[in-house]
């Protein structure tokens, strides 16, 4: 199961959800715009969070409010570690917890956060559901939970051409990182996911059921 993220303001409630670009988005949100400004951390060489939307990065950016914008090119490792960091650079004293077993609220509509139309369903062969309203965390939890060197080993393939699906280094910056030192490339649409996923569970001769379902869905 892929890995949630848990932020706690002090004295107040917990913010989780399902999708941790939303739990970041609203834990952002709820810092402050005053204090965006402040925040002077980078990521493939431009500000975290910016008033401003960078052609190259354009698809991962996602609207905060109005005028302000984070940039979501990285997985929920890094994300953890940029709210450890956000808190220590202003003082917040937020408790930051990442995990696999931690209880999540669903996904609110956030407003500037790109909610894709279509998501993945995926039964593992251990009988685990996984579903999050991430086409992309879905994809990179059966990865993971596969085994990213047995996939790398038995059941690379390329999504197109020059572009195989698990790699050592990250030339293009639009890699996630996964195991100790691979790089899972994502595909474009969850239908793509699915036939990759389907692929990849006859390679490993893994019973992997896998639908795609509207991102409103729920089962």
């Excluded at 195989?164 to 030339?171: K, Y």
């Amino acid at each position: 199961m892929a890995d949630l993220i848990r932020v706690t303001f002090p004295g107040e409630d917990a913010i989780c959800y399902k999708s941790p670009v939303n739990t970041v988005i609203e834990v952002l949100r709820k810092i402050g715009v005053e204090r965006f400004g402040e925040i002077t951390m980078n990521i493939r060489k431009r500000p975290l969070v910016s008033q401003e939307i960078y052609p190259e990065l354009k698809k991962y950016t996602k609207e905060i409010i109005p005028g302000w914008y984070y940039i979501n090119q990285s997985d929920t490792r890094e994300k953890t570690s940029q709210l450890i960091n956000i808190s220590r650079l202003l003082n917040l004293n937020l408790t930051v917890e990442v995990g696999s077993n931690l209880t999540a609220n669903a996904d609110p509509k956030i407003p500037g956060v790109t909610r894709p139309k279509n998501k993945l369903l995926v039964t593992m062969p251990d009988g685990e559901v996984i579903d999050y309203e991430s086409y992309r965390d879905v994809f990179m939890a059966c990865i993971d939970k596969l085994g990213p060197r047995r996939v790398s080993n038995r059941a690379n393939l390329d999504l197109s051409a020059n572009c195989p699906l698990l790699t050592v280094t990250d030339t293009t910056g639009h890699r996630r990182k996964i195991g100790d030192y691979l790089y899972l490339a994502i595909p474009f649409t969850a239908k793509d996911a699915k036939k990759i996923l389907e692929i990849v569970g006859k390679r490993l001769d893994e019973n992997i059921k896998v639908e795609v379902v509207p991102s409103s869905s729920r089962k």
